[in-house]
Structure formats: structure tokens, C-alpha cells
């Protein structure tokens, strides 16, 4: 067994069936939070196609990380395939900013 223990696939679950930790799921605006196969930890910003800067720490829903992250939950394992590879990272926190209240 590797140091982090062993990993479970992730499945597709429909949008309506909740995360057990905190009920969310990446969706695009949400700002998460992962830990690479390097065990550093990052912050992204799920963006439409449109405001995809990486620099910034924006990636797009259609980006190959933001696809894989779309619908993760807190906890969940993650595989990315890039170009070099796959990787595997670990979603630690999803953040979601709540809408203003009129």
C-alpha cells in the first residue's frame, strides 16, 4: 500500500446525489483546493473557457483538470490525464462564494 493509502476510483454520481462531507460538488465559480502527487497544495478556480488564465490560478471547466475536478467532492481522488501522463491529485476544500441576498 502507498503512503496515502489506497485510493478509490472515482465514479460519476448525478449532480442531485450529495458529497458526504459537506454536500458540495466542484461546479464552475467554485474554488479549489488540492494536494498533488508532489503533496503540495494549490488553490484553482473553476472558469468558463472564456476566463481561463492558469497563471492566476483560473483554469476552465474544459480544461483536462477542471473536467476531471467538475463534480468531485471533498476527499475524492481525482486522475488527470495530461500530456505527460496521468497524475492523481486529492480534493482537500471546496469553496463556494454564496450569492448576494437582495
Known amino acids: 500500500m502507498s503512503k496515502r493509502g489506497k485510493r478509490k476510483p472515482v465514479v460519476a454520481v448525478p449532480e442531485t446525489q450529495s458529497c458526504a462531507n459537506n454536500g458540495l460538488r466542484v461546479q464552475v465559480k467554485d474554488r479549489v483546493q488540492i494536494r498533488d502527487e ?3 497544495e494549490v488553490t484553482y478556480q473553476i472558469v468558463d473557457s472564456e476566463d481561463n488564465d492558469p497563471q492566476a490560478g483560473k483554469i476552465s471547466n474544459e480544461s483536462p483538470w477542471g473536467a476531471a475536478l467538475m463534480g468531485s467532492c471533498k476527499g475524492d481522488w481525482v486522475e488527470i ?4 501522463g496521468m497524475i492523481t491529485i486529492q480534493v482537500l476544500e471546496i ?7 437582495l
Open 95 to 101: 469553496v463556494r462564494d454564496q450569492p448576494e441576498r
Open 38 to 40: 508532489f503533496n503540495e
Open 81 to 84: 490525464k495530461t500530456p505527460g
